[in-house]
């Protein structure tokens, strides 16, 4: 038992943040940083929904508590565009607002999960879905698909290699960060009829639908809306990562026991980010959306070319294996070498069982920023 | 297992909020509502620190995430007014800013609670601690103190009858939400002890720590820092509920444990919540506070001595037993009495074994509605 000055094993043997190791590093740089390591935009949000254009004035009581599962103007604006988008009708029952993605996989995670019990992870995933299941003493199961998925068939065919008695349920990530490519249809239909058939959960983290350059995104949910939670966030669409504002829309029937663990770990997303939701998905935002887009894949094509890798298909990130420019040291020797020219990057390790890779995000700072980091990185790799 | 359509039994067995059943009948009340059931202000936040306060040409990139242990300004002011106050000596790596209380409560949960661990919850609590510890698969165990616990060495003797081999942790809230009262540093010091006897970890919830109208609130840390951690809010403080941001000091070897759940249940508190919360302990609310306090007192003072209890110590919250007045319907039905009237109550139950109890926050809505809230009480009390 965890009595002082001891914790819960499960929590103990997770991994610390990679990234605030490095924050002392970044701090103390003597030259220009790139901390391209950060998934983030370096553009501020469309003016109108900032926060110093929210007034007490026009929004009385803006900073009470919200209603646990979100206000009601935001829970019917983003029932609409999920039903409209997926196709399948949406509720605003159906809607819980959260505290960014993070939340609402956290509030899913911790509805679903029993101790021991298995979620298989579509590789590379996003980071924290990884902590996530942890948190909640669940065990996370890398699938990775790079390299080794080349068909519908062969992908189902890694995830029940994974399968054991103890999966409840598949997390996939699409577009995905760190790789920025997008699932296609046709495989997200095969997983999809193979957990229906597992009676396994769907948990489809969107966060970067808004967000893709060549290709289609396809919503898990137009599939068994009565399996799939369908998880999005403003941080990533509008430029709002701060505001810690994201939404889920999940099967009616469980929604109020989600709402039991969101209610417990952060009570209501912050009133004054959705309100800044509402406004954005009013359409305030769009332009600034519209011009984002366009802005992103410009840069992802560049920082792609200079690299010599292909440009991503959506999300703002690029994965590379480095696998050929490592010594002795290892990934960490090399991450160190772009460390001492003020380059910042994520260690593959944190996105699944890739060992030689490493992610940037090539929004996180001023695009000429950007450029000069994708130089030095250029340069390290001899390209 | 819980393969769809099943969720976690732990999460299914918890109950749905009480609040939430009640919104229905609040929003199509035809007549004046008293929703004094919500633990809120009716007091927008001072000036210089609301939302509307704070551009991005004075913070730019206020709209990207924060570092997840905290903004490192909030940190160093955080620490230093928690060392002072308490005395024991705190340091920025010791603090960590959270979701609010929910969230920091969550952390030390999350990072401590293996399953089925017990916490002795100090009752009457704060209605989310006991999910709180659920969500985290433990079990909360209630230590009745009312009209029991008369001296110190009595309410020992009570924690020491449900403590079992299963017990990592006791919760104490003081000033406390729901009764108002504060537990004197006698009490204190000698659950302290006991505690220190058995290895416990102490969790003290200190939100209402501002809103004291009587006595001394005495902090916890102050006797075991070691073993202790101390939870604060800019909430209850400062008006700033909606903002969703609070602290919370703990022993430096297990901040980074705590960090871990953090960063997986809501990644980092809202930024502009944090610049915000660094505006105000940095003394430009004071005076609000000040003022707020005096203003507070009057209207516990004047609820009270209308309904015929002694008046609150601290906090926001009168706790009444209705016993009295319940007829075959029990408490229910003398809730759904004062919902006709336009009152809503927060029932007794959420609280801890309290079945003939109901609790009333007296700053929820402007201080008069509050007053013909607080009439429409007297007048069915008979009082």
């Known amino acids: 038992m965890p009595r002082h000055p001891r914790v819960a094993a499960s929590v103990e043997s997770m991994p610390g943040s990679v990234y605030s190791a490095l924050a002392h ?153 760190p790789t920025g490519a997008l699932m296609p249809g046709e495989r997200l239909r095969s997983l999809d009829e193979w957990a229906t058939r597992h009676d396994l959960w769907i948990l489809a983290d969107e966060v970067y639908e808004d967000y893709v350059y060549s290709g289609e995104h396809v919503y898990l949910r137009s599939m068994a809306p009565e399996r799939t939670f369908s998880v999005h966030s403003f941080s990533k669409a509008y430029g709002m990562a701060g505001n810690r504002c994201g ?25 004054a980010a959705q309100l800044a939701g509402i406004r954005a998905l009013e359409g305030i935002a769009d332009a600034w959306l519209a011009a984002a887009v366009e802005r992103y894949r410009e840069l992802g094509r560049a920082a792609a070319a200079r690299l010599g890798v292909a440009p991503p298909g959506g999300s703002t990130f690029l994965f590379l294996d480095v696998a050929d420019r490592l010594d002795e040291r290892g990934l960490e020797g090399f991450l160190e070498d772009c460390v001492d020219e003020g380059l910042f990057l994520a260690p593959g390790p944190s996105f699944g069982p890739y060992p030689t890779h490493v992610r940037l995000c090539f929004t996180s700072v001023e695009p000429q920023r950007v450029a000069r980091g994708v130089d030095v990185l250029a340069r390290l790799l001899g390209r």
Chains 1, 2 share one sequence.
């Open 25 to 177: 590093r970044l701090a103390t740089h003597p030259g220009e940083t790139y901390p391209l390591h950060v998934g983030d935009t370096w553009m501020e949000p469309a003016e109108g929904c900032r926060m110093g254009d929210l007034s007490v004035a026009e929004h009385p009581g803006m900073h009470r508590y919200a209603t646990p599962q979100g206000l009601p103007r935001l829970l019917e604006l983003a029932a609409a565009r999920i039903g409209e988008r997926s196709g399948s009708p949406c509720t605003p029952a159906q809607v819980l607002v959260a505290t960014g993605a993070t939340g609402a996989l956290g509030a899913i995670a911790g509805a679903l999960i029993e101790d021991g019990d298995e979620v298989l992870l579509a590789a590379p995933y996003w980071p924290l879905i990884s902590g996530i299941v942890r948190s909640f003493h669940g065990r996370p199961v890398p699938v990775p698909l790079i390299g080794e998925a080349g068909s519908a068939a062969a992908a189902v065919e890694l995830f029940e290699s994974r399968r054991s008695d103890r999966t409840i349920a598949i997390y996939l990530n699409t577009p995905n960060n």
């Open 247 to 271: 939404y889920l829309a999940g099967p009616p029937e469980v929604m109020g026991e989600l709402r039991k663990v969101s209610t417990h770990t952060f009570y209501s997303a912050p009133t």
